[in-house]
């Protein structure tokens, strides 16, 4: 049987906003727990919010207790789905996003066979999933040649952000920037905390669970000029992990932006291990 993602906050029938932003920034000590456990059994793909696995050896149990792939969502597991969607639920939260992506994508789409690039993309892909997984992010979507991931005070605490920078720089070393030859493939990442909605959207038989709100435009639009191998961080997300503050800072413009936005450039992987 499926059985809700969190237990004793107050009754289903009573889920208001307060109920929503006390489920995404807090959760009980047993979610975290078992989130702890459920991404250390084998394998990829999960559950977006408790990470269960829905192949490999830990997905037969995964079943026995409800947390197979939903019908209406089959990247998250029916437990956590209904859950949030029965009640159409969400909240503003602050939270982290991360945003990383393929450059000169087109140019090498143009250059490979349709199946030789799938293959890349399907490597990129299970490189940032497995960061993102492993520093207790959620998978947002893929998007062409994007990654779309977003770190949630549910799942890491106040430390949303430093976790956010650990997973894009092991998606950067992860794809060869740390390499003496050279990536395999060229991404840069962008990194942004603010306050968006999390939550369900849409309705009957096409339900999402996804993160909206000006916040996420900023956190694609830094990610969009970083150049390969590089971390751009918002100067919001840096004073939330505790940046250093001799770190190179410079204010960015961005489309549709009146205002600059101040970021910091975090070197390479490779310059990072020297």
Not at 24 to 29: D, Y
Not at 100 to 107: E, K, L, M, P
Not at 241 to 250: H, I, K, P, S, T
Request: aromatic share 6%; proline share 5%; net charge positive.
């Amino acid at each position: 049987m499926t059985q809700p993602l969190l237990r004793g906050v107050r009754r289903l029938g009573d889920a208001d906003d307060a109920f929503w932003r006390d489920f995404l920034t807090r959760g009980t000590a047993a979610d975290r727990r078992r989130r702890r456990v459920f991404r250390h059994l084998p394998r990829e793909p999960r559950c977006r919010l408790c990470a269960a696995p829905f192949e490999g050896l830990g997905a037969p149990l995964m079943r026995l207790v409800g947390r197979r792939p939903a019908t209406q969502n089959p990247t998250m597991c029916a437990g956590c789905f209904t859950f949030i969607s029965r009640h159409h639920g969400g909240a503003q939260i602050e939270c982290t996003m991360l945003f990383a992506d393929i450059r000169g994508s087109t140019t090498i789409a143009e250059s490979v066979s349709p199946a030789a690039y799938h293959e890349l993309l399907d490597r990129f892909y299970t490189v940032a999933a497995t960061a993102v997984v492993r520093n207790s992010g959620i998978i947002d979507k893929f998007v062409g040649d994007e990654v779309v991931a977003i770190f949630l005070p549910l799942l890491c605490g106040d430390r949303h952000a430093t976790l956010a920078m650990d997973a894009a720089r092991e998606v950067l070393a992860g794809t060869g920037h740390q390499s003496p030859g050279g990536p395999w493939v060229a991404v840069g990442a962008g990194i942004h905390t603010g306050v968006a909605w999390y939550g369900t959207v849409g309705r009957g038989t096409h339900v999402d669970v996804t993160a909206v709100g000006d916040a996420m435009n900023v956190a694609a639009r830094v990610a969009s000029t970083a150049v390969a191998g590089e971390l751009l961080v918002t100067a919001a997300a840096a004073a939330s992990a505790g940046l250093d503050g001799d770190l190179e800072r410079r204010p960015l413009s961005l489309r549709g932006r009146q205002q600059a936005v101040d970021v910091v450039a975090l070197p390479p992987p490779s310059a990072r291990s020297r």
